[in-house]
Each structure stands twice: as C-alpha cells, then as structure tokens.
C-alpha cells in the first residue's frame, strides 16, 4: 500500500517554491513582490527560474493535466496477481 509519502515524493523544495511563484503571479503580485516572498535578491532568478512565460497554451495544459492524472489514477489501482 502506498503511503501519503511516496504520493508526494515528486514534491521537492524547487516545485514547491515555484508553485508559490505561479500562484502569486497568478494572483497579480509583481515580480518584486514574489522575489521578496521567495527571498530573492535579484528579481531575474525569480523571473528566469520560478515564474512561467507570460504565453499560455490552454490545450497544451489541458493534454498536460489529463496525462497526469491518468498516470496518478494508474498508481492508485491495485495490481491484480504477481508483479512481473
């Protein structure tokens, strides 16, 4: 059985600081405003490493998200019989 840990291994330090990122730029905080939250000195790490082009590609993230969500549903069945 899969415990609460090993669904979240893929969660390290930089996809949660660049999750943070996204929701602030999202939510209409300006570059500095996020560089100051993620401790920053330079707006450019900010902006060069954590926070997205302003290009959205809405089909591009709908295929995105579908995948990963078959991928977890897959990981969550229960195999049937010996593993191979």
Not at 15 to 28: C, D, M, N, P, Q
Not at 35 to 50: E, F, I, R, S, V
Not at 57 to 78: C, M, V, W
């Amino acid at each position: 059985m899969r415990s609460l840990a090993d669904e979240l291994g893929w969660v390290t330090a930089h996809v949660f600081r660049k999750t943070t990122a996204t929701i602030l730029e999202e939510s209409g905080q300006s570059p500095r405003q996020i560089a100051d939250q993620l401790g920053h000195a330079q707006m450019t790490t900010t902006m060069d490493d954590y926070v997205g082009r302003r290009a959205r590609n809405p089909e591009a993230a709908s295929h995105l998200e579908q995948a990963l969500r078959d991928i977890h549903e897959q990981g969550r069945q229960t195999p049937e019989g010996p593993a191979i």
